[in-house]
T-cell receptor, first 119, second 109 residues
Framework: GAVVSQHPSRVICKSGTSVKIECRSL??????MFWYRQFPKQSLMLMAT?????????EQGVEKDKFLINHASLTLSTLTVTSAHPEDSSFYICSLITGPRVGMGETQYFGPGTRLLVL | GQNIDQPTEMTATEGAIVQINCTYQTSGFNGLFWYQQHAGEAPTFLSY??LDGLEEKGRFSSFLSRSKGYSYLLLKELQMKDSASYLCAVMDSNYQLIWGAGTKLIIKP
């Protein structure tokens, strides 16, 4: 069964609005979750690493004030795209690891993804 | 810099065998992953190699040569449902995953 869920699966919003994407761990207490973005026909790009109870670690070039990450519990991490613009339209995917780090592929699980379209 | 190279697109025939290559240059190595991604969906795990050699899992096999910075994913008895993108990813010395751009595999009847 599914290990990670994301909500919503699709969202269309107007430019300038904020969108919150939830990532839930269904079977594990995930201390670490990852947020990725994927543009059409491109590779996955890691945006940030979300750590429960502490500030997220953002990759170079990712604006932390624009992409707010909150990992308030061991089963929920949220990504908020603030003041969304059309160039933020993308496929956002979260993943979690069940061990202390990604050492084996079996311990990394991806959510189903959220497709964001900003008009 | 860190780099993962794999072909952009490949075409194969149903029932045949196809090999998808991946070469990498990374700062350190802690394993290589292959993922399958159908259009509009998140990636799903296929294989993990950390030692040289061939790992077989049913119709799918993955090979690694660390000295050559090279891996391949071998798909046998191709089915139409195997049409997807196949992503190669390497974990570097900081346990960060470096992703390839993916190989789009098209299966023809």
């Amino acid at each position: 069964g599914a290990v990670v869920s994301q909500h919503p699966s699709r969202v269309i919003c107007k430019s300038g609005t904020s969108v919150k994407i939830e990532c839930r761990s269904l079977d594990f207490q995930a201390t670490t979750m990852f947020w990725y973005r994927q543009f059409p026909k491109q590779s996955l790009m890691l945006m940030a690493t979300s750590n429960e109870g502490s500030k997220a670690t953002y990759e170079q070039g990712v604006e932390k004030d624009k992409f707010l990450i909150n990992h308030a519990s061991l089963t929920l991490s949220t990504l908020t795209v603030t003041s969304a613009h059309p160039e933020d339209s993308s496929f956002y995917i979260c993943s979690l690891i069940t061990g202390p780090r990604v050492g084996m592929g079996e311990t990394q699980y991806f959510g189903p993804g959220t497709r964001l379209l900003v008009l | 810099g860190q780099n993962i190279d794999q072909p952009t697109e490949m075409t194969a025939t149903e029932g045949a065998i196809v090999q998808i290559n991946c070469t990498y240059q990374t700062s350190g190595f802690n394993g290589l992953f292959w993922y399958q991604q159908h259009a509009g969906e998140a990636p799903t795990f296929l294989s993990y190699n950390v030692l040289d050699g061939l790992e077989e899992k049913g119709r799918f096999s993955s090979f690694l040569s660390r000295s050559k910075g090279y891996s391949y994913l071998l798909l046998k008895e191709l089915q139409m449902k195997d049409s997807a993108s196949y992503l190669c990813a390497v974990m570097d010395s900081n346990y960060q995953l470096i992703w390839g751009a993916g190989t789009k595999l098209i299966i023809k009847p």
